[in-house]
């Protein structure tokens, strides 16, 4: 502490003023200017005036008692052993300048969070110190400035707090829907949890929780009209209320976060349907038959299907439905739609006799007989936004012939090919495509009575890539011998690493037309090997990698990629999330972190831009 604080006063400022500084806030503002005032002090009595609003009230009491809790000391140590621009060097500490208060001006209180709400903001910070400025057009966006200014604030090194020059942010998102998706049909979370993730997701910047549940395994939420349907939540302790559904919505919405519930329908659907009427579910007590792949009723266990001919599934959605939607305060609801199986069908008398009646149908026919009887549900209202998984349109057998074009088609499979093939048909898109960002893939098979795991030798490494690795030892790093192993198991291994996820450019490859349709991204936690227990480490810091390539990009401003300016702001950001009581994961020896740019593969910081 004492040589931060030397240093602090020894500095000369050495860099252009635009590259500021020790902090780095993330995700980085689209503009920030910082000047060479030297240090601001915040006074001890740091005040803000805002206008009356219970939400910006409650944000702003919550930065206050954040900052001085947090007394952020910057880690990177001055002289990185190899000192490549863009690393910073402490700033002279000049006269001293005391900001004394935040005005707070916001131009329509009363704008809702909902989608495309604008979210806009700037933060001024005079080089005389005195009074501060948060512009904003909406308290959602209000919000944002608040987590960038807790990112700014350090320790200065005893007792107090500095933000390191005088700093003038104007900032706004690049993609209205960025979030990150949570599965409770797999594994049950608590309250708690789900409300540590939102924290996260604030701080980021982040603006959509996507609750992904149910799943065919549980039925976790509480249905007054059928409440029979909880029998098959995990246990009576693993059950969202209303009243525990109604605090999530509030508290993301106290941080900006949008809570679009998802009920996947009609396939991954058996628990908590059954108990209605079991005959409005297909297949649930088949084999799902992954060892005989032709007869198989599910990708995997356990099956169960909606019938769609049955009337009285239609009945049930309807129940169900009614009640979530006025439940959920969100104008979007997810609806699923993925991964249906023919199969599973084989199981449902309705269904055959269907087909018997009819020799010319198909299974493309009986997905549309279920949006033509499910979508007039589904659409309760005006402004209701559907969400579909992209299967719903473009499943190979099993689709849709024809869904209106108000339907936004979230986007999994083929990576930026099938975000063309949907932008292009005209619909909006939400990518979360599952070779970018799937935050579950690479961590094996889960299904038990495995075969593939009975092998006692260590498997032979191919002769050619043994061959090249004797040769030149840098192939391990190289295409063939990174996914050393096949995929062990795990259908999307690798694990995405916040690389693979940052560098992700969700419109590579669109028109500008196109593009326009692609409404923002959200990264999936699918739960089969996740609960309490492992979200936070699986969620974070990756989940960041996504927010700043959503809220301001992945590139500079010349057009280059900066995963290299990234790193330290995510290694930083790591720091705080565990700080700030969220268990994300290490990304690399702290050595890395103190050191900046030392842990690089390349010492061309240029290495990657394109
Ligand atoms: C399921 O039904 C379809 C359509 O009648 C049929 O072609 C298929 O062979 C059946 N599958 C099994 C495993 O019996
Ligand atoms: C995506 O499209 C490209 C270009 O047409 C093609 O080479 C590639 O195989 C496609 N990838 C997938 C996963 O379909």
Not at 126 to 131: D, V
Not at 597 to 608: E, G, N, R, T
Request: aromatic share 10%; proline share 6%.
């Amino acid at each position: 502490m004492k040589a931060i604080v030397a240093s602090i006063i020894a500095a000369i400022a050495l860099v252009p003023a635009t590259l500021a500084v020790k902090v780095n806030p993330l995700p980085i503002p689209q503009h920030i200017q910082w000047g060479n005032s030297g240090s601001i002090e915040l006074d001890a009595h740091l005040s803000f005036h805002a206008p009356k609003n219970s939400v910006l009230e409650d944000a702003i009491k919550r930065t206050t008692k954040l900052i001085w809790k947090e007394k952020w000391v910057p880690q990177a140590i001055e002289k990185a052993p190899v000192d490549y621009p863009p690393f910073p060097t402490l700033s002279k500490r000049g006269a001293k300048h005391t900001l004394k208060k935040i005005d707070v001006v916001v131009t329509d209180l009363k704008a809702d969070l909902q989608a495309g709400v604008d979210e806009s903001y700037t933060l001024e910070i005079p080089a005389a110190g005195g009074t501060g400025v948060i512009t904003a057009k909406t308290v959602w966006g209000a919000l944002h400035a608040l987590s960038t200014l807790e990112q700014i604030v350090i320790s200065d090194g005893k007792s107090g707090l500095l933000i390191e020059e005088s700093v003038s942010i104007k900032d706004s998102p690049k993609f209205q829907l960025r979030g990150v998706m949570l599965d409770t049909g797999r594994n049950f979370l608590k309250v708690e949890t789900i409300l540590r993730q939102i924290d996260a997701l604030a701080w980021s910047k982040l603006n959509v929780l996507h609750w992904h549940i149910d799943d065919a395994q549980s039925w976790p939420i509480q249905i007054n009209a059928e409440p029979k349907m909880t029998k098959d939540a995990y246990s009576s302790k693993e059950i969202y209320s209303h009243s525990d559904v109604k605090k999530i919505i509030n508290y993301a919405r106290a941080r900006g976060v949008r809570v679009i519930p998802e009920i996947d329908m009609p396939g991954h659907s058996v628990s908590g349907w059954q108990q209605i009427d079991p005959k409005i579910v297909a297949c649930a007590n088949s084999w799902w038959s992954n060892d005989n792949w032709p007869a198989h009723t599910a990708v995997e266990p356990n099956p169960g299907q909606l019938d769609i001919i049955y009337p009285g599934t239609y009945k049930a959605i309807k129940t169900v439905y009614k009640e979530l939607t006025s439940l959920f305060t969100d104008n979007y609801f997810h609806v699923g739609f993925d991964e249906l199986q023919t199969q599973c069908y084989n199981f449902s008398t309705p269904t055959m006799d269907w087909f018997k009646a009819d020799p010319k149908r198909t299974y493309n026919d009986l997905a549309q007989h279920y949006v033509d009887n499910a979508l007039p549900i589904f659409q309760d209202k005006k402004d209701r936004r559907l969400i579909m998984w992209e299967d719903s349109i473009l499943s190979a057998d099993f689709a849709a012939k024809s869904i209106p074009k108000s339907v936004i088609m979230q986007t999994w499979n083929n990576g930026p090919n099938n975000t063309k093939i949907l932008t292009s048909k005209g619909y909006d898109v939400i990518v979360s495509s599952s070779d970018f960002f799937y935050l579950d893939c690479g961590f094996g098979g889960w299904v038990s009575n495995d075969p593939r795991y009975n092998v006692d030798y260590s498997p032979a490494l191919d002769a050619s890539i043994s061959a090249a690795f004797a040769a030149d030892p840098s192939t391990a790093y190289g295409p063939t011998t990174f996914n050393y192993g096949g995929n062990g198991g795990s259908w999307c291994a690798p694990y995405k690493t916040w690389q693979r996820i940052y560098d992700y450019d969700i419109t590579v490859g669109l028109t500008a037309a196109e593009a326009k349709h692609v409404l923002g991204g959200i990264t999936p936690l699918w739960a089969e090997q996740n609960d309490d227990t492992t979200v936070d480490s699986k969620m974070w810091p990756r989940a960041a990698a996504l927010a700043e390539s959503l809220w301001s990009g992945n590139r500079d401003a010349n057009g280059k990629k900066r995963v290299t300016q990234m790193t330290q702001r995510i290694l930083n950001y790591r720091e705080r999330l565990v700080g700030r009581g969220v268990g994300a994961s290490p990304l690399m020896p702290k050595y890395c972190w103190k050191n900046p740019h030392a842990c690089d593969l390349y010492l061309d910081q240029s290495a990657v831009t394109a």
